[in-house]
């Protein structure tokens, strides 16, 4: 059966052929589509939406919304071509579905009209923009300053390849400490836990008004850190009896007595809460030689005082590592 309209080629349905069918639902393409891109990470400006990461179905998405049809009932969808995210030229393919009528593809081009134009994210980084201040300090001089500047960066980077909105503005370091200043409020209270989880420090919580946003007052947070000076190798009082530590884990605190032995285990924040008190941060490491090896026991000679005593331990080298405190000693 011929096609009604043009009477040249065979009907598909509604007694039309493929072209004449086209035609009747008035479909208008777009020539251009205009596209911000970012000249710094690259992020691209769709339907008035920064998008972050390379999506071939956002702009997709973004062709769909400029595809017309006069026709009430008509509904299209577009795939794009393959390798397009990135060109100037994009080809793409239209699936036109209408009631009662098989499914009609169609092959379009469309010039994408590209700007540079920085993205809010990247206009807050080179802007220093911060929501909130993540404070560390020690009450022991610069005591444990450095491991926890160095994990929260190295914690802090796993959000930054998620989220583009998590990012440091920048690093300061103070006569006290190191300043973190986050772009993101919600990213300082995830980190703070975690160096509080990793470390044994004091956390204060305070907020500053820092003017008006969207209609609502806006909010600067510091998170102040402060390490307490656990940490490994001090030498403590605890419950009446003199401790080294032994290790500082997530939760807990090993102790170990002089002579290493009857080491404990204490949860941190039982231990936090008791009345403790650092003796020494760093005590003074010696070199104890080895002079004779005995069943179970070992005799040593402290070469600064050349006190010889015994130990109840077993040792195959000549010399044991123990710090010294009090004529006290704790091995390693």
Known sequence: MKCVKCGIRDSLARGLCRECLVDSLHIEYPQTIEMEVCPKCGAKKLKNRWEYKQSDVSLAKAIESRIHSDVRDVSLSVQLGPASTGKKNIQYTTTISWPGVANIESSNTVEMAISKVSCPQCNKLTGSYYEAIIQLRSVNERIGLEDMLDFATKSFSKYESIERAS??????????GYDIYLGNNSDAKKLASLIQDRFSTSLKVSKTLAGRRNGEDFYRYTYALRHLGISKGAVISFRGSTYIIAEVAPGRIKLSLPGGTNAVSVMK??????????????PERRDLIVVA?????TEVMDPVTYAVFTVKRNESSDVIHASCFNDQYFFD
């Open 167 to 176: 990012f440091i503005s920048k690093v300061e370091m103070v006569d006290k």
């Open 293 to 297: 090896h005995r069943s179970g026991e």
């Open 269 to 282: 924040s039982e231990f936090l809460n008791s009345d403790y008190q650092v003796l020494k941060i760093k």
